[in-house]
């Protein structure tokens, strides 16, 4: 059984930083991909960043590209989302999630994911 835990979430002060871990258990290969997605009460969830496990491949939403980074740790199945420069538009509930092959054209669209992580609140004051 596919899981996701993620962690780091936390209140932060504009221009701060946080690390989400994504820790990942029971997947049979590396051909899948890890997205990490937000959410604001009232909004649709928001593709942020995609890794493809089998090769590092990333792709990242416009907005975060030059402040956020995903990353892998294959030894350790855990997958990072670091975000630097937070504004307090970045708020929201950050979730990790898999789909069964690698980062795709479609790869911000979460009807595309298989599974789910739990959610961690990211809080950024002005």
């Known amino acids: 059984e596919v899981q996701l835990v993620e962690s780091g979430g936390g209140l932060v002060q504009a221009g701060g930083s946080l690390r989400l871990s994504c820790a990942t258990s029971g997947f049979t290969s590396n051909d899948y991909s890890i997205g990490w997605f937000r959410q604001v009460p009232g909004k649709e969830r928001e593709g942020v960043s995609c890794?493809?496990?089998?090769?590092?491949?990333?792709v990242y939403l416009d907005s975060v590209k030059a402040r956020f980074t995903t990353s892998s740790d294959n030894a350790k199945n855990t997958v990072f989302l670091q975000m630097n420069g937070l504004q307090p538009e970045d708020t929201a509930v950050y979730y990790c999630?898999?789909?069964?092959?690698?980062?795709?054209?479609?790869?911000?669209?979460?009807?595309?994911?298989?599974?789910w992580g739990q959610g961690t609140q990211v809080t950024v004051s002005s």
């Open positions: 890794i493809s496990r089998a090769n590092g491949r990333t």
């Open positions: 999630a898999a789909d069964s092959r690698p980062c795709s054209a479609t790869w911000d669209v979460h009807d595309e994911y298989l599974y």
